[in-house]
């Protein structure tokens, strides 16, 4: 269902002295999620003046069959796995409902809040790199194996059903072997057309996180009105953009949802002059 704006009206008592209230002009920003991680983006953004409309575009569901991830996670439990390859929050939350017990193998994390819902739940993570993408995931994790005094290869990757075979290839090619699993599906969020259309014409920009929020942005907004900011939380995002016909202005350096949102106040600080006019 496509949400209300969200702002605070303290922080929009000073926004004209924030550029990226400046470059909306009263706008919203649409955060495709709900829940509390939709919260947190609308305070972020809120910090900077803006209102947020928190719009889920997309939504993880269990697998049609359940057996294979089960059937894993016992192998994993027996020590069938040297690594364990984590590349969301969604595959760290049915790793987990699944029974994976901590210590059965050495934990890769795609970046701070995959590796943060792992902790949580008591499991060390041994690899987070440096920048948060699965081709970096998958360079940092051969580079890590490779190095090890008796590297062992069986890496199990509890993925998306529609999860891109980077990280998989890779592994593979590198001489390893990745047994990939579905442990969730992405799928589109139920979309309210009414609401979508009143809400579409009146944004200012919006937050894409995903290839598949990318293509469920599409689905559900365009066209989008050519002043709408699209800020992409990395380039496989900005890619399926540009493939749809909504070239990203943003592209974010540091590939999170609060870095999106970074990067998207470093836009308008680039974009607003000194005396708060677009250029």
Do not use: C
Not at 5 to 33: C, E, H, I, M, Y
């Amino acid at each position: 269902m496509t949400g209300d704006p969200q702002g605070d009206p303290q922080t929009d008592a000073q926004s004209d002295r924030q550029p990226l209230a400046r470059l909306l002009g009263g706008k919203p920003v649409l955060v495709p999620r709900g829940g509390d991680r939709g919260e947190a983006m609308a305070l972020l953004l809120a910090e900077h003046g803006a209102q947020a409309a928190l719009v889920p575009l997309i939504e993880q569901v269990p697998p049609r069959d359940n057996a294979p991830l089960e059937e894993s996670v016992t192998q994993l439990n027996r020590g069938a796995f040297d690594w364990v390859a984590v590349t969301s929050v969604h595959g760290a939350q049915a790793l987990i409902a699944a029974g994976a017990r901590p210590g059965s193998a050495r934990i890769a994390a795609v970046g701070p809040a995959t590796a943060a819902a792992l902790t949580t739940a008591g499991f060390a993570v041994d690899l987070v790199p440096p920048e948060f993408t699965g081709a970096e995931l998958t360079a940092r994790l051969i580079d890590t194996i490779s190095a090890q005094r008796n590297p062992g290869g069986r890496v199990l990757l509890p993925l998306s059903e529609i999860a891109d075979p980077t990280l998989e290839e890779g592994l593979r090619a590198a001489g390893f072997a990745p047994h990939r699993v579905t442990a969730y599906r992405t799928v589109p969020a139920r979309a309210d057309p009414a609401a979508d259309a009143a809400l579409g014409p009146r944004l200012g920009a919006a937050l894409v996180l995903s290839s598949s929020g990318a293509r469920a942005l599409v689905a559900r907004f365009a066209p989008l009105p050519q002043t709408v900011v699209v800020a992409a939380i990395g380039a496989p995002t900005a890619r399926e953009l540009s493939r749809l016909g909504l070239p990203p202005a943003v592209i974010a350096p540091v590939h999170t949802a609060a870095g999106t949102v970074a990067a998207l106040v470093d836009y308008a600080a680039r974009t607003i002059n000194p005396e708060g006019r677009t250029t």
